[in-house]
């Protein structure tokens, strides 16, 4: 490696430029610079990273896009709603910031005050999800050895939360009062809950009671075949909560497929009892729909025979909101409800 100076002539003058020259065992390189110094300390950093083993020419550096499309493509296998979320982030947040860069730009300050920024707008969760995704991009590029450096994203500190003052003493600031702590307005009272099942109509009526009563999800209680509900002697019953349904729009969807998967968890393989009055619905439910699945749907065709899409649930939720003044039942909102009991 060597640093040489050299006459030019531009604009009918005569200048002197410095270079860097080296060689990289394959081809020779050659970067000019206005100043002698920093010449040389680009050639020292070369040099460092040559010893080092971390050299990369700069026409081999990927840019950010490059690698993470190629990342997107290998988590193709994943479950659709988690390969949307990824999706989701890298097109909303790290594309629009570093999807053009070569690697080498991308630097741990320049993440940090990123970061910083991001804090402001997006919660903690987000900006952990966007750090967690940028640091799994460059995971991919050093793997197929397309980095050699450390990892910037695992590098930068993430922003702290901050604390706010105390002003009012008299208020409770305990833990409860996090950012993603329940109200009150976030969970239905008993003459909530009465007045909405009185205005839902029968199939819903029971979806809701099930909600309330056995905490499950939405997924949980559509993809809920007849085979995994059993009714007892006593009048009471149990389900075996074993599959859950996605909406999800997986690779190359044009629009949402319906897919049944098991639980994420191990926990989220569970049994779970109901009471006499619920075990009464269903029973009448069952007459009414002796398919395999306990809610069924014909609305869309789907990949699953009779999977319901739940848009009837959420018609009829807002129908019985505008008859009994109560806040719109979603899924959260009844597994909040269940959680409050």
Request: charged share 30%; with cysteine; aromatic share 6%.
């Amino acid at each position: 490696m060597a640093v040489l100076t050299i006459e030019k002539e531009k604009k009918g003058k005569r200048v002197r430029v410095f270079a860097a020259d080296w060689y990289d065992g394959i081809k020779r390189h050659r970067k000019e610079f206005k100043t002698k110094q920093a010449a040389q300390d680009f050639e020292a950093t070369v040099r460092t990273r040559k010893r080092d083993g971390v050299y990369m020419p700069v026409e081999e550096i990927p840019t950010f896009a490059d690698v993470a499309v190629k990342l997107l493509a290998s988590k193709e296998s994943l479950r659709p709603g988690s390969w949307r979320n990824a999706d989701t982030i890298l097109r909303r947040h790290l594309l629009k910031r570093w999807g053009q860069m070569r690697l080498d730009r991308v630097t741990v300050p320049d993440i940090e005050a990123w970061a910083r920024e991001l804090a402001q707008r997006r919660s903690a969760g987000t900006v952990g999800n966007v750090m967690a995704l940028g640091g799994a991009i460059f995971d991919q590029a050093i793997r197929h050895s397309q980095w050699m450096r450390p990892n910037p994203f695992r590098i930068a500190e993430r922003p702290a939360k901050g604390v706010e003052e105390i002003s009012d003493t008299e208020r409770d600031h305990g833990d409860d009062e996090g950012e993603d702590a329940i109200t009150e307005d976030e969970i239905y009272r008993p003459e909530e809950m009465a007045a909405l099942l009185a205005n839902a109509d029968e199939s819903l009526r029971v979806m809701f009671t099930m909600a309330v009563q056995t905490g499950m999800r939405r997924g949980e209680l559509l993809a809920l075949r007849w085979s995994n509900v059993t009714f007892q002697p006593d009048g009471s019953g149990t389900v075996r909560v074993r599959h859950s349904v996605t909406w999800a729009k997986g690779p190359g969807d044009e629009k949402p497929t319906p897919r049944l998967y098991p639980p994420k968890t191990k926990s989220g393989l569970r049994t779970i009892p109901f009471a006499g009055s619920t075990a009464t619905l269903l029973k009448a439910s069952r007459l009414r729909n002796p398919g395999d699945l306990v809610f069924p749907g014909d609305a869309v065709p789907t990949s699953v025979p009779n999977l319901c899409c739940g848009d009837c649930a959420r018609c009829q939720a807002r129908s019985a909101k505008a008859c009994v003044g109560v806040p719109q039942p979603t899924a959260l909102f009844l597994l909040r409800s269940h959680c409050a009991r």
